[in-house]
């Protein structure tokens, strides 16, 4: 992936999976791309019920096969999604975050903050919360 900007293929991919997912059954709170102060690169998180229901081992044998189903072309790959749990701190902040933007409900986030949880961040990049419609 390219180093400096989050590109549109992956931000397409990323909205791509959380609407697909929910759809097989894999409950998706929120998603969003991350650029860590100490890194070069975008990670992209997940953060879903499923890490506090299942444990994040369980959660990753079953998110795993649903992304590699999905319709081709599609840029990312498995190994490259973290999965986090909603009561992680990084995932707490972006709720936060998301229930206190100003803008119009449904539209992404981004969101220049200097932290999310207990990571130093240049930039992020946040999906609208699942079920929210565009106003």
Known sequence: MDTVTLVNKYIDDGERLIKQLPQEGFEVTAAFWLKASEDDEWDFYL?????????LAQAYRQLHPLIRRMPQPFWLDPLEVKLIGPADPIAQDVLGVQSRAGGPPGYPIRWGGKKLGNVSIEEAYFYPLPGVVPG
């Open 47 to 55: 953060v879903s019920p499923v890490v506090e229901a299942e444990g």
